[in-house]
């Protein structure tokens, strides 16, 4: 099934995408209730979002302290701009490596000065020190890192305007 134009999703769709942004395990019941349509009404529409790719799947939201990561950090990464025509291009090494470092929990392709930007959460500096040196820096196609350190998370993604 193709994705639905931004035009195809109707007051009820963004509404119920807000419901269970906010809370994913409502039940069907509860989200007809809320709405004001049959639990089998809703049923079939959030079927068709996760069908058509608006919704793309659910997660449990963790707080990474409550994991002993109480660092947390956004790395932007420059990486090499030419390789041999016969060699994988530095940017496809990077993607690959990237997803199996756990720190990263999230990874971003950027324009401007630098390539991507990266959020990591580790338990501290050493841990911090030991991803960036012996990781990071280590890979073939990275060249330049610049790093930022969070304060404090003011407004913490909680879902898309809909």
Avoid at 23 to 41: C, F, K, M, N
Wanted: a neutral charge; hydrophobic letters at 45%; glycine letters at 4%.
């Amino acid at each position: 099934m193709r994705k639905p134009s931004p035009e195809a999703l109707d007051r009820i769709d963004r509404r119920l995408l807000a419901l269970l942004q906010q809370d994913a395990r409502l039940t069907q019941d509860s989200l007809a209730e809320q709405i004001g349509l049959s639990a089998s009404a809703v049923q079939r529409r959030i079927r068709r979002l996760e069908q058509s790719g608006v919704i793309e799947g659910y997660r449990a939201v963790v707080r990474p302290g409550a994991l002993g990561l109480s660092l947390s950090a956004l790395l932007s990464v420059r990486l090499e701009k030419h390789r041999a025509s016969n060699q994988r291009s530095p940017q496809e090494l990077f993607r690959v490596a990237v997803q199996g470092w756990p720190e990263v929990v999230e990874c971003l392709a950027m324009t401007g000065e630098m390539d991507y930007l990266l959020r990591v959460h580790v338990q501290d500096m050493a841990h911090y020190a030991h991803f960036v040196l012996e990781t990071l820096l280590k890979h073939e196609s990275v060249e330049d890192v610049k790093s930022s350190f969070v304060l404090t998370e003011v407004k913490p993604f909680t879902g898309v305007a809909v």
